[in-house]
T-cell receptor, first 113, second 112 residues
Framework: NAGVTQTPKFQVLKTGQSMTLQCAQD?????MSWYRQDPGMGLRLIHY???????DQGEVPNGYNVSRSTTEDFPLRLLSAAPSQTSVYFC????????????FGEGSWLTVV | SQQGEEDPQALSIQEGENATMNCSYK?????LQWYRQNSGRGLVHLIL?????REKHSGRLRVTLDTSKKSSSLLITASRAADTASYFC????????????FGKGTRLSVIA
């Protein structure tokens, strides 16, 4: 009954450090996405994937990399963390694109100092 | 670019009252979804309405869609303190097999 699992839940990084936010789903969903949520900005799409081996950019992709080597996993990499990347990050999965219910993880709170 | 935009940004009502939130979007869509987010949690799907539907019900929720005005509304009837949350509409980013894009949400407070 896991659904979408994100790790870590909380992380503090120093400017310039790199890290990976992990996301795994156990629903055999083809579609996975990463969003960031900032106060007053709603959710903004970072990257998404329509299946293993296929990724594409969202609205705010700069500073982030993704890969999709398996159906289950969709990690988000911060290459060189900046204070502007302080945010709450949500991973989501669905059977397909728009028109399908999206299932969200519980979020990863990232602070860059 | 496509995006849903909710109105009002915040809404405070008494328990038992109805709460209405609105969503406007820019370009034609095939469907629109509403999600709820409790404080500190992930979003949870509430309801999906397709472009050929004008109204849809789910329990105390009623969603309408007016494609000519590019707008949707979410009505929560007989609200409860447990309905306190943020509510988001989501629309397809583009046509085809496309991800959803979300608005900034309406923050609903239901006072007991």
């Amino acid at each position: 009954n896991a659904g979408v699992t994100q790790t870590p839940k909380f992380q503090v990084l120093k400017t310039g450090q790199s890290m990976t936010l992990q996301c795994a789903q156990d629903m055999n969903h083809e579609y996975m996405s990463w969003y960031r949520q900032d106060p007053g900005m709603g959710l903004r799409l970072i990257h998404y994937s329509v299946g293993a081996g296929i990724t594409d950019q969202g609205e705010v992709p700069n500073g982030y990399n993704v890969s999709r080597s398996t159906t289950e996993d969709f990690p988000l990499r911060l290459l060189s963390a900046a204070p502007s990347q302080t945010s709450v990050y949500f991973c989501a999965s669905s059977q397909g694109g728009a028109g399908n219910t999206i299932y969200f993880g519980e979020g990863s709170w990232l602070t860059v100092v | 670019s496509q995006q849903g935009e909710e109105d009002p940004q915040a809404l405070s009502i008494q328990e038992g009252e109805n709460a209405t939130m609105n969503c406007s979007y820019k370009t034609s869509i095939n469907n629109l979804q509403w999600y709820r987010q409790n404080s500190g949690r992930g979003l949870v799907h509430l309801i999906l309405i397709r472009s050929n539907e004008r109204e849809k019900h789910s329990g105390r929720l009623r969603v309408t869609l007016d494609t000519s005005k590019k707008s949707s509304s979410l009505l929560i009837t007989a609200s409860r303190a447990a309905d306190t949350a943020s509510y988001f509409c989501a629309v397809p980013r583009n046509s085809g097999n496309t991800p959803l894009v979300f608005g900034k949400g309406t923050r609903l407070s239901v006072i007991a």
